[in-house]
């Protein structure tokens, strides 16, 4: 997530929409995030990868919120960790060197949001990527950890081996999950390739 479509979220929360990044997959998920995440909220970055995201809901939960980031290579999560640094976010921020579908042993429950990128580590060894079956699993553990209303983000990228089987995957699953539990939305380009990247957007109604 780039700072740009930070300040357009942030502008929007204020009841100024900024300037629009439909150019940026992450644009309308970030926006949605934007006006429900609050200061004091405990959210989770599930793909740290270089760490944008990770800053973007740091500085999104404030001082007194917390900000659980995932990642299983060490340099996505040490340039995560400095670029938090670097930005004086560092002390609301815990790294995981661990699997994203292990984040439920070591996240409470009541979360307000967690945020996948689905893929490879941007810069990174191509070979090493989200998988359909820990995906799915870690998908399906934050949404029971999500507090009402809270949501998970799923940004899927299909350019990639395996990638456009894992978006599969996850959608199979999602079309099962009771709408009486959750709202469940997907965003594509229409006018783009077949595999241009979408969204998925999971809301938990009221429990």
């Known amino acids: 997530m780039t700072d740009s479509v930070l300040e357009s979220a942030r502008g929007f929360r204020a009841g100024n929409k900024g300037t629009s990044e439909l150019g940026k997959i992450a644009c309308l ?5 934007a006006n429900i995440i609050r200061e004091g909220d405990h959210v989770v970055d599930a793909t740290a990868g270089n760490g944008r995201d990770t800053l973007a809901l740091a500085r999104l939960v404030g001082a007194q919120g917390r900000v659980e980031a995932f990642d299983i290579q060490e340099d996505a999560l040490a340039k995560a960790r400095e670029l938090a640094e ?3 976010v560092g002390e609301r921020i815990r790294f995981w060197l661990r699997d994203h579908a292990e984040l439920v042993q070591v996240v409470a429950p ?16 191509h070979e090493v ?3 359909s079956l820990t995906t799915l699993s870690a998908v399906r553990g934050a949404m029971g950890l999500l507090c009402s209303g809270g949501a998970v983000i799923v940004t899927v990228y299909r350019g990639h081996p ?14 099962e999950v009771s709408p009486q539990e ?3 939305m997907a965003g ?17 109604k009221g429990r």
Request: glycine share 12%; net charge negative; hydrophobic share 40%.
């Open 29 to 33: 998920p970030w926006l949605f995030l």
């Open 110 to 125: 009541g979360i307000r949001a967690a945020v996948f990128n689905l893929g490879y580590l941007p810069g990174g060894d």
């Open 188 to 204: 594509n380009y229409l006018n783009h390739e077949e595999k241009a990247p979408y969204w998925v957007i999971i809301q938990a």
């Open 86 to 88: 670097v930005n004086h």
């Open 129 to 131: 990527t989200t998988r």
């Open 162 to 175: 395996g990638g456009a089987a894992e978006g599969r995957c996850l959608e199979e699953f999602l079309r």
């Open 182 to 184: 959750y709202t469940i």
